[in-house]
């Protein structure tokens, strides 16, 4: 078929190159195509979306060694869209990385997205974990999503992440709280801010975090200015980690303070130099849970430690899927007493305690205490809690 042969015959052609797509519409409207991606996977992609477009005009192109017209491309879309929208397929719930069956409060199973090229998923439940094909869920990826390694069970390699970024005490029990937080299927997270002078590796440990639920090719990035960059972004991560945070427009700051924004963050701060500490507004600081790391004096090659995070990675995990599967098994049995904030995500975090290492008084007392609330300066860390009747963290 050459490039000048009428539109609708093209048309009708891409549809016909696209009968391997089953178009469909997720629960909030937009339309969808799950395509073959090998014998036992899928990829599933916004019918408007680069990758769809490529995936049918190579299948074009590979008949009729021509790319089909504008036009005929256009229309040959409308009618996938139609398709997805009033055809016989249901709405379908598509999730990014993270999925899960049952009450989301009180999961049977989640899913993890590996999003490799053999399309398979974790599966865990209380009873341990496997990997699984990807035929019966729908996850959606960007063009900047990698995959997570195939889990290698290995002895503490959790223990071996904390001694390679230098995170002890009540540091290593916030951080590892905030994973297991961040594999709940519902929020909301607590913000876990990060900060330190500068040089204290403050960037490299929010990528490393990020890279073991949530690998991309863009790891951290700058906070965006508008919700509606934010919430782009929500749509296509799991987790979200904004590096070199010196302020936080109103709108952000509300933004992550909607209940309806349910997505894991990190912020990683500008530095703890008085010049760059920033005060945030009371509601956010209320969902943070902050580390502050000491400075390092004997600092090494970064490639040094990303290859040493590399080689831990498939250990790490099989250990994230151990802390799931065991938040799974005992959520039911655990009762925190009073814990204000996040108390889903304490008594969560308390139920996968075992498999991180944690006693659980530390993971209540990691969000509980005022100190693991980050309050920018000195000052206003004072005015905040005298403000909101709480006592004065300690130094």
Request: hydrophobic share 40%; aromatic share 8%.
């Amino acid at each position: 078929m050459s490039a000048h042969t009428p539109k609708l015959d093209q048309a009708q052609a891409l549809l016909y190159h696209a009968r391997g797509a089953t178009p469909f519409s997720s629960e909030d409207g937009e339309a969808f195509a799950s395509v073959p991606a090998g014998i036992d996977s899928r990829r599933v992609l916004p019918l408007r979306s680069p990758a769809f477009r490529d995936w049918l005009v190579n299948n074009f192109y590979g008949e009729y060694n021509a790319a089909p017209a504008v036009g005929a491309f256009r229309a040959a879309l409308l009618a996938l869209e139609a398709r997805a929208r009033r055809g016989e397929s249901p709405p379908q719930k598509v999730n990014c990385r993270l999925g899960f069956e049952g009450n989301p409060f009180l999961p049977s199973k989640i899913f993890l997205d590996l999003a490799n090229d053999s399309g398979e998923l974790l599966e865990i439940s209380g009873k341990g974990w496997h990997t699984t094909d990807n035929l019966q869920h729908s996850f959606r990826r960007s063009s900047t999503t990698l995959p997570i390694p195939n889990p290698i069970a290995d002895r503490q390699p959790l223990a071996a992440f904390a001694r390679l970024f230098r995170l002890t005490g009540e540091n290593r029990t916030r951080a590892f709280s905030w994973l297991a937080a961040a594999l709940r299927p519902i929020g909301p997270y607590p913000i876990l801010v990060i900060t330190g002078f500068t040089g204290s590796g403050k960037s490299v440990l929010g990528h490393a975090l990020r890279s073991m639920i949530d690998p991309t090719t863009v790891p951290v990035r700058p906070l965006p200015s508008r919700e509606r960059e934010l919430r782009q972004l929500a749509i296509d991560n799991w987790v979200l980690a904004f590096d070199q945070v010196q302020r936080m427009p109103s709108e952000i700051s509300a933004a992550l303070c909607a209940h309806e924004f349910a997505r894991p963050v990190i912020l990683i701060t500008l530095g703890d130099e008085p010049e760059h500490t920033w005060t945030p507004a009371r509601a956010l600081a209320n969902r943070t849970l902050a580390i502050a790391l000491p400075h390092i004096p004997a600092p090494r090659p970064e490639s040094a430690v990303w290859s040493e995070f590399e080689a831990l990675r498939p250990a790490l995990t099989a250990a994230l899927c151990d802390s799931v599967s065991m938040a799974l098994k005992r959520v039911r049995e655990i009762d925190v007493g009073n814990v204000a904030r996040f108390p889903d995500c304490a008594t969560w975090a308390t139920a996968a305690a075992p498999a991180l290492g944690l006693y659980p008084t530390a993971i209540a007392e990691a969000f509980t205490n005022p100190n693991s609330i980050w309050m920018g300066s000195s000052s206003a860390h004072k005015s905040i809690h005298a403000n909101s009747g709480g006592t004065e963290p300690r130094p």
